[in-house]
């Protein structure tokens, strides 16, 4: 499997800036995918890094560095609605494994006011 | 268009019963995939389906089987549940695990199955 850390818990207030840290061990790396889950939701798709560098959308931003193994997920203008859980999911394409998704535990993000 | 969708939403087993989680796609996705979230324990995948008629392994089999008889439908099966497998099930879907860079998988809503 794959070695994907992040941390479980992160608070922020409304209208600041998070960073989400995610670091991946993988020998097969073929893009790195963030989600937002709501709790008793389903996980949705953020963004997605495949080359090294800055991904902006929005009030979201997501970096990655291959090298390092190491994303961020960038929130900016937080506000309550933000409060989820943000999963970092790393895609691996070696042979049997078919571009599977590992996903980390995730970091669960509570937006004060 | 109603995506990936999931039924039940809600189950309570008694240990030892069995059951089947269904879920249909409607994006024409040949790939689907079951996952179980825990808490503490992130998205671990159960098996998945590369197309009609397949089906693999992912890190959790044990106690699990699924089917893949249509390319819209791919099935759960529990044959005799256990308390360990109490869990919020996930399937999701996706055009291909290639496809556009930003091809990414499309989640069901959920299924909460306790077994007592």
């Known amino acids: 499997g794959q070695n994907i850390d992040q941390p479980t818990e992160m608070t922020a207030t409304e209208g600041a800036i998070v960073q989400i840290n995610c670091t991946y061990q993988t020998s097969g790396f073929n893009g790195l995918f963030w989600y937002q889950q709501h709790a008793g939701e389903a996980p949705t798709f953020l963004s997605y890094?495949?080359?090294?560098g800055l991904e902006e959308k929005g009030r979201f931003s997501s970096f990655l560095s291959r090298s390092k193994g190491y994303s961020y997920l960038l929130l900016k203008e937080l506000q309550m609605k933000d409060s989820a859980s943000y999963l970092c999911a790393v895609r691996d394409h070696r042979g049997s494994t078919l571009g599977r998704l590992y996903f980390g535990r995730g970091t669960q993000l509570t937006v004060w006011p | 268009n109603a995506g990936v969708t999931q039924t039940p939403k809600f189950r309570v087993l008694k240990t030892g019963q069995s059951m089947t989680l269904l879920c249909a796609q409607d994006m024409n996705h040949e790939y689907m995939y079951w996952y179980r979230q825990d808490p503490g324990m992130g998205l671990r995948l159960i098996h998945y389906?590369?197309?009609?008629?397949?089906?693999a392994k992912g890190e959790v089999p044990d106690g699990y089987n699924v089917s893949r008889l249509k390319k819209q439908n791919f099935l759960l099966g529990l044959e005799s549940a256990a308390p360990s497998q109490t869990s919020v099930y996930f399937c999701a879907s996706s055009y291909s695990p290639w496809g556009e860079s930003t091809d990414t998988q499309y989640f069901g809503p959920g299924t909460r199955l306790t077994v007592l």
């Open positions: 389906s590369v197309g009609e008629g397949t089906t």
């Open positions: 890094n495949v080359l090294d």
